[in-house]
């Protein structure tokens, strides 16, 4: 989860305008939401944007911009927050390790993209000398079968890999998972004047 937190002297433009403020939690509830705005469009135009991964988008960074929670007022001022788990990891960077398994699997076609692997009934667990290991569907019934819905894989499936095993993943860190600070005071600026255009 990331928090922003909005007060009322965030910056020194906000320090000089406090003095003019009749209710500075007020004026911050005003700027955290105008900083709750900046954040939904960010993760939006996220999703819209192309990326790397061949498959197709997953719609995850529409997730992020609905995880956006409302603003309240805590001791240091008025609090937004990315709930949606994952995105400090990309803020940051990470290693990522599997929680409840041996693997963390990692799609090797589109069928597989969005999806885990328990989804599929047809798919075994496949080791090559190389030493990858991978979930094969239709493979050898030697493997161990992943148990999932019905009518998800088939026959007309069978040799293909569908997801690549590993043990970690590294997880670059992109910048561009949070507004640029710049970006995060002006909003927090434009929310200050709203409110004090309205209180004048």
Known sequence: MITVTVSDNVTPSLNRLAARLNSPAKAALVAA????????????????????????????????????????????????????????AHYTGATIRPKN????????????????????????????????????????????????????GGKQDAGLIFYFLTKTSKLRADKTALPASADIDAAALRGINKYLEKTK
């Open 101 to 152: 398994g041996k693997y963390l699997a990692i799609p090797a076609r589109q069928e597989a993209a969005g999806k885990w692997p328990r989804e599929f009934n047809n798919l075994y667990f496949v080791k090559f000398r190389n030493g990858t290991a991978a979930l094969m569907a239709g493979a050898a019934k030697t493997g161990k079968k992943y148990a999932g819905r019905k009518g998800l």
């Open 33 to 88: 939401t105008e900083v709750r705005g900046l954040l939904i469009a960010h993760y939006q135009k996220k999703n819209a944007e192309k990326h790397r991964n061949v498959f197709k988008k997953t719609n995850w960074w529409a997730k992020v911009a609905r995880s956006v929670t409302r603003p309240h007022l805590e001791a240091d001022g008025a609090v937004v927050s990315v709930t949606e788990p994952g995105v400090m």
